[in-house]
């Protein structure tokens, strides 16, 4: 009976993992930019090249300061998520699973002179991400349209 259940649990653990995959998912700026997202299809970002990975920045509305202070309030205000750092320009929150046990990390770069904000949201571990960090991206744009914030409906 022990050599069956193993080899059950070991694939139910991995799929609940998402066959996890661990490294190449750093964090911060490269030369200015949003640091590409890994190889593997947990991360969207809006400097991405390919499609699948590609979200829409965000355009701050006008004074372009104050509103990226308001959406950074609006960021920190979303469910179980925490910034971490934070400057005139960039913003790394980490936002915590329901269940508490996975993190994922959310970075939005601002371009003071455009208001155009580049956005990057990835999960560290995990092969997919089932579309988390897309929704999560998204939920954060309707939030700072509804706020007044954004040029985006």
């Known amino acids: 009976m022990r050599t069956i259940l193993r080899p059950i649990l070991l694939s139910l653990a991995c799929f609940i993992t998402g066959c996890a995959q661990f490294g190449e998912n750093s964090t911060g700026l490269v030369m200015g ?12 970002s809006s400097i991405s090249a390919d499609a699948e990975r590609q979200v829409a920045p965000f355009q701050l509305q006008q004074p372009f300061d104050a509103h990226w202070n308001k959406a950074i309030a609006t960021l ?3 469910p179980r998520t925490r910034i ?8 790394h929150a980490e936002v915590t699973s329901p269940w508490g046990v996975y993190t994922d990390d959310l970075e939005m ?3 003071p002179g455009s208001g155009r904000v580049d956005v990057r949201s990835s999960a560290r571990i995990g092969y ?4 988390v960090n897309r ?5 954060l744009r309707e939030a ?3 706020k007044g914030l954004t040029n985006q409906p």
Do not use: I, K, N
Request: charged share 30%.
């Open 76 to 78: 920190a205000a979303m």
């Open 135 to 139: 929704e999560r991206v998204e939920t």
């Open 128 to 131: 997919y991400d089932f579309e």
């Open 144 to 146: 700072l349209a509804a």
């Open 33 to 44: 930019q949003l640091t590409p997202c890994p190889s593997w299809p947990r991360c969207v």
């Open 109 to 111: 770069l601002l371009d």
């Open 84 to 91: 971490v750092t934070r400057d005139e320009r960039y913003v």
